[in-house]
């Protein structure tokens, strides 16, 4: 595969001037070697620095798996350098995120995030390098992602804007996140119904179940939060039409992931040079076809019911 041919009136990439990755890794092997060797492979890798995060074991079980993770890190070839943070008590991915893309921002005005366990195309650190570069004096663009939703790509362009943000491999600007903020009681008295409607896209269950899950204490994540922080400061998020990412995580093995998920993993990446849209406007079509998607996710009345009723049949004979 070659590399993409330059497109008249687009970005250009500046070698010397190139986003860091921030690579997040656990205890995950055999992942983290996969998503290694995938981004070593691209075509800028050699000219971009690696920063990676490596969370501490909970466990001596896990111990051993990271500090296989971290020779896995320290033996990779392919990047112009490498610096690895060795985190001496588990913070959990949540935490370790928000705080190590915080400091990559801090120190290098931009980032390109990525986790252990996505697989990303040769041609991913171009499209985000050339994304961060034209679009970083446009406030209205706060997000550039890697990744788009299996949906039909027909009328969206190479690349479109859309509301919502997807965290498989995405890149931002200091001067945006710097708004991040993971408060939910502020989320919760800031967004009123028709909001909530918007942003959960016609009540799809994807988002606010999200806000709501952290306020119970249920589950402790970070991206509903960034896209809340975009939603209302009426940020735009640019998406490929075609995915340069991959998810390999969706098999059970992550803190999020899960078996059940495999629908959202796409990967396919264009080889020619994305010709970026010179209006900064959300995509309507893009944000149907995503609803729809999330739409036919969605168990029917019907299947719940049936649900429920088994596991209520499962649990009175298990007590019999």
């Known amino acids: 595969m070659q590399p993409m041919s330059k497109q008249p009136h687009q970005p250009t990439i500046n070698n010397e001037n190139l986003a860091p990755i921030v690579l997040f890794v656990f ?3 055999d992942h983290t ?5 995938a ?9 971009s620095d690696l920063i990676v995060y490596s969370d501490a074991a909970r466990n001596e079980t896990e111990n051993i798996r990271v500090n296989e993770v971290r020779a896995i890190v320290r033996s990779t070839p392919g990047f112009r350098s490498i610096r690895l943070i060795e985190r001496d008590s588990n913070y959990g991915l949540a935490r370790n995120i928000i705080e190590g893309v915080t400091e990559v921002c801090v120190r290098h005005g931009r980032a390109i995030v990525m986790e ?4 990303t195309s040769p041609q991913f650190l171009t499209f985000m390098n050339l994304a961060l570069e034209r679009y970083a004096g446009d406030p209205r663009v706060w997000h550039i992602s890697g990744w788009n939703y299996p949906i039909d790509p027909s009328g969206l362009g190479d690349a479109f804007f859309l509301r919502v943000m997807n965290c498989w491999g995405w890149a931002t600007w200091a001067d945006r996140w710097v708004h991040f903020e993971k408060d939910t009681d502020l989320l919760l008295t800031r967004f009123n119904k028709k909001m909530i409607r918007r942003f959960d896209l016609e009540n799809s269950g994807a988002f606010w179940s999200q806000v709501i899950g952290n306020n119970k204490g249920t589950i402790n994540t970070w991206a509903i939060y960034w896209y809340a922080t975009i939603f209302l400061n009426n940020g735009l998020c640019l ?3 075609q995915s340069f990412i991959s998810n390999i995580g969706l098999d059970g ?3 999020h992931g899960s078996r059940h998920h495999k629908e959202y993993a796409t990967c396919s990446g264009p080889d020619h040079q994305v010709i970026f849209p010179e209006i900064v406007e959300e995509a309507p079509v893009a944000i149907d076809r995503i609803t729809a998607f999330y739409r036919q996710l969605q168990p029917s009345v019907a299947r719940r019911v049936i649900r429920k009723a088994k596991s209520l049949l499962n649990v009175l004979q298990g007590s019999a």
């Not at 070697?33 to 060797?37: I, Y």
């Not at 252990?116 to 697989?119: F, G, Q, S, T, W």
């Open 27 to 29: 205890a995950r092997p």
């Open 33 to 37: 070697g996969t998503t290694l060797r």
């Open 39 to 47: 981004l070593a492979a691209n075509h800028l890798a050699s000219q």
């Open 116 to 119: 252990d366990d996505l697989v």
């Open 239 to 241: 998406n490929p039409a």
């Open 253 to 255: 093995s992550g803190t």
